[in-house]
């Protein structure tokens, strides 16, 4: 196979470069990950000049080659590795016309690595209109690079582009800055040597970073340490020489090259007249709660029509397929396992794509950035950060997806404690559990007119939901202990009209990234629960079939509901029903039977399933999931021995706060493991929820009782 | 509100390295655009564009 050309993208955060991305390689993307570090990968195949491909690559943004959060030490764990398979022919470096002194400094720290470098200068006309002109010709000159000209909203100059990246990927640039900079050190020598690099900042960027790389040995590591004590080599101050350094060059090489006139001062910008309003210190809240608001109606009302409709073809395939193939073990695991499972993933596309439509929205638009902004300072006092709004807003939908997006937060204490609380806010899979206990426990009534009650019981989950994951976080800000420093130091990027094409794109990514993560354990999961509900110890599943029967023909029950019998006293012979009742005694002090026990097991593949299991224990038959049904049979269950109502008011409360707080989800506990590389966070999260969830259900139910 | 002053130097040498790469550099002119609604962060315009800063982040930074 002939290699391609490896394009890597790099640039300053809200430099256009997804936009650019999106552009060069259209719906030819694929999110793969790098080895041995948690960020997504985004590739994508371009065609530079038929037959010619290029594969594109899109790194996280960055502000420099001296990395702060997981997202942009993949861009230096990349760029010093030559044999890594990603390792880029060139690079495309994106700046921001009208920040070009700032976007400079991450160029002028990659033309050090003697990569052939493209410069794509974006957003020229934002520059003209703050009054900046640059002489590209000059600027080519100064920099000694090929630039290009683009427009990454509108695509224009991207043909350029691809042309000049067929051109460069020969030429090899020279090292311009590290000479001019005071940076030579003992260290870089030594360096250079051990590890048979030619490049002398190759060497230095070792040296400060050598802790967080990626293909250092231990051995290395402590080597590197040594030289670095032994030289004397203080990484701060090296660090802010060569910024300051490179600030000073970049200074001198725009001066003839730019002519700013800057015509609108900063504060006196369009934008600057929109912050006045969105971050105003009352009406900023308002509108960001008006927001949120409308972004959770969306979610629940405009979702539940397709949802709907993959809950109906998922129902309907397997009936179909029941119907055309002979009853047997394996077309069971195909329809109840297999099918099920899926449907259980199915089911949650329409409200994670809603809901990335509406954060990607308020990203692209810069909106989120003041989000951030206006909700630091409450944050912090829960020893969370501004940024951590996105991942708790996002778990309303799903934790998975929301838990991915903790990357970007710089401070580790802080990214821990978000990642830890983010399943504390409800998402979408209890909401059919909360919508079938809610029911059992309080009345539908209207209330003012417009509200009802059961709603406004959902509404007071959510809140308490939240409470749990904020209160929970301030109990971590006092347990765990971080040398590192907390900071909040961000850009806002001017208000711009978002652009249809890039929320598409995110939208397409988000649900990928669920179906594949979340997805695979749910289905793992879903059968492994089937095996677990079909078999049982010894002959148990059989003698408990032949019983029904005969209490099915003693009883005259039709057909139906004898299977449906079937089905119940299979379940409570299965190993699924004796594990069940195995914690009976552990559970019983929360009011929950045996049956609530298996309800709560399979839970785990999704707690949805909540449903289905309960459907099955009940013999309603699995099938038939109308919640009516379910909820009037769960009325009437009395209690064999005392005839009592088995769903108190106290029980249906206590299974509520259960389900509200008990950690439940595989995929959540398996995202987690894989964003903090160890089972240590997984392990403390869920015996911390579960506990959570025990206590708290143990309060209710004895209060209520 | 629109205070502004020239970066003298930084307190806090981590903090610095940050501020360095974001174009917060001495001898440039640093002006207050704006607060958050609780007063912090702050919103300060620095090397032509717009910075989010916290109160305590900001006061490591020395301003004639």
């Not at chain 1, 960027?205 to 030289?231: C, G, M, P, Q, R």
């Not at chain 1, 809240?285 to 009302?301: D, R, S």
């Not at chain 1, 439940?664 to 903090?676: D, N």
Request: hydrophobic share 45%; charged share 20%; with cysteine.
């Amino acid at each position: 196979m002939a290699t391609t050309t490896k394009i890597a993208l790099i640039g300053n955060p809200n430099c256009g470069k997804s936009s650019l991305f999106n552009h060069l390689t259209g719906l030819n993307q694929k999110i793969g990950n790098f080895p041995g570090v948690t960020v997504d990968k985004k590739m994508g195949q371009c065609i530079l000049v038929e037959p010619v491909n290029a594969e594109i690559i899109d790194l996280p943004g960055t502000y420099s080659l001296y990395p702060k959060s997981q997202d942009e030490k993949v861009v230096l764990d990349l760029l010093l590795q030559k044999n890594e398979s990603n390792y880029p022919d060139a690079i495309v470096v994106v700046v921001d016309a009208s920040n070009l002194n700032r976007n400079l400094l991450l160029f002028t720290q990659l033309k050090e690595l003697e990569i052939p470098l493209i410069l794509a200068l974006n957003m020229l006309d934002i520059a003209e209109n703050h009054g900046i002109k640059i002489n590209i010709e000059l600027l080519k000159k100064e920099l000694c690079v090929p630039i290009i000209g683009i427009n990454a909203r509108s695509g224009a100059g991207t043909d350029r582009l691809k042309a000049a990246m067929l051109n460069t990927t020969s030429k090899s640039t020279s090292v311009a800055y590290f000479e001019k900079l005071p940076l030579q050190h003992d260290v870089v020598n030594k360096i250079k040597s051990e590890f048979k690099l030619n490049n002398d900042y190759q060497a230095l960027l070792y040296a400060h970073h050598f802790a967080s790389l990626s293909f250092l040995t231990a051995d290395e590591k402590s080597k590197i340490e040594n030289w670095v004590v032994e030289t004397n080599f203080n990484s701060l101050s090296f660090q802010a020489k060569e910024t300051v350094g490179r600030y000073e060059i970049i200074n001198q090489q725009l001066k003839n090259a730019v002519v700013n006139n800057q015509n609108i001062k900063i504060k006196d910008r369009f934008s600057s007249k929109i912050d006045k309003i969105l971050t105003h210190s009352f009406g900023g809240y308002v509108i960001f709660f008006a927001l949120l608001f409308i972004i959770f109606q969306a979610v629940f009302a405009w979702a539940s029509v397709p949802m709907e409709w993959i809950d109906l073809g998922v129902s309907k395939l397997n009936s179909f397929i029941v119907s055309i193939l002979p009853a047997s073990p394996l077309v069971d695991l195909l329809t109840q396992g297999l099918i099920s499972g899926l449907g259980g993933i199915l089911i949650f596309i329409p409200q994670i794509a809603i809901l990335f439509a509406f954060i990607s929205l308020l990203e692209e638009s810069g909106y989120m950035a003041r989000v951030m902004f206006i909700m630091d300072k409450l944050m912090r006092k829960f020893g969370l950060n501004g940024k951590s709004v996105v991942p708790l807003i996002s778990g309303v939908a799903c934790a998975v997806p929301a838990i991915m997006a903790t990357r970007n937060i710089d401070n580790l204490k802080e990214r821990l404690i978000t990642l830890f609380v983010t399943p504390l806010m409800s998402c979408s899979a209890r909401i059919p559990v909360f919508t079938v206990l809610i029911a059992l426990l309080v009345p539908s009534k209207p209330i003012l007119g417009i509200f009802n009650l059961q709603g406004m019981a959902l509404m007071s989950l959510y809140f308490l939901g939240f409470l749990a994951a904020i209160g929970s976080a301030k109990v971590l800000q006092l347990i765990l202990k971080s040398k590192e420093k907390s900071y909040f130091i961000m850009e806002l990027p001017d208000y711009k009209i978002p652009r249809w094409k890039n929320v598409g794109y995110t939208i397409l990514e988000k649900v990928k990234a669920f179906v594949l993560e979340a997805g695979k354990i749910i289905i793992a999961i879903s059968v492994i629960l089937w095996v677990l509900a079909s078999y049982g110890p010894s002959n148990a599943v059989e003698k408990a079939i032949e019983k029904a029967k005969t209490q099915a023909i003693s009883t005259h029950l039709n057909t139906a509901e004898t299977e449906n019998l079937i089905a119940a006293y299979k379940l409570e012979a299965s190993y699924a029903g004796h594990f069940g009742k195995f914690i009976e005694p552990s559970i019983k002090p929360l009011g929950f039977d045996w049956k609530i026990g298996i309800a709560l097991i399979t839970s785990f593949a999704a707690r949805e399933v909540f449903i289905g299991t309960m459907s099955t224990i009940y013999s309603i038959g699995a099938d038939n999931e109308d919640e009516k049904t379910i909820i009037q049979r769960m009325r009437a269950e009395k209690n064999p021995e005392t005839n009592a109502i088995t769903y108190t008011p106290a029980l249906a409360a206590s299974l509520i706060i259960f389900y509200l707080f008990a950690m439940q989800c595989m995929s959540t506990l398996a995202v987690v493991y894989r964003e903090t590389k160890s089972w240590k966070w997984p392990v403390i999260q869920f015996v911390y929820m579960t506990g959570l969830a025990y206590v708290s259900s143990f309060l209710v139910y004895n209060l209520l009782k | 509100m629109g205070e502004k002053g020239i970066v003298k130097r930084f307190d806090d040498e981590e903090l610095s390295l940050k501020l360095l790469e974001m174009g917060c550099l001495p001898g440039y002119e640093i002006e207050l655009i704006g607060t958050a609604p609780l007063g912090d962060p702050i919103c300060v315009s620095v090397y032509g564009y717009k910075l989010a800063i916290r109160l305590k982040e900001a006061n490591t930074v020395w301003v004639v």
